[in-house]
């Protein structure tokens, strides 16, 4: 559903497909045991999701910053 989504340009923005894989992530763990492969897959796909908004929310808080001294300069 997700690739879908993507493939078929569905989301708005990138918080409703951090929704979508976040609640694929709950699932994963949910449903299967801690030491399974799905699990520690589902753990590390988070926390790659996170690291990834982290960097992004940098990038653009650093174009924010260049883009405030160019106007106000």
Known sequence: ???RKVHED????LNDMEK??????????KFHNP???IYKY???????IY?????????ESSYE???QRIRWG
């Not at 569905?10 to 923005?13: D, G, L, P, Q, V």
């Open 35 to 37: 030491g399974s492969q």
């Open 42 to 48: 589902a753990k590390k796909l988070k926390r790659a």
């Open 51 to 59: 690291n990834k908004k982290f960097e992004i929310d940098v990038r």
């Open 20 to 29: 979508d894989l976040l609640l694929m992530i709950e699932n994963a763990r």
């Open 1 to 3: 559903m997700i690739a």
């Open 10 to 13: 569905k989301y708005a923005n």
């Open 65 to 67: 910053k260049k883009s």
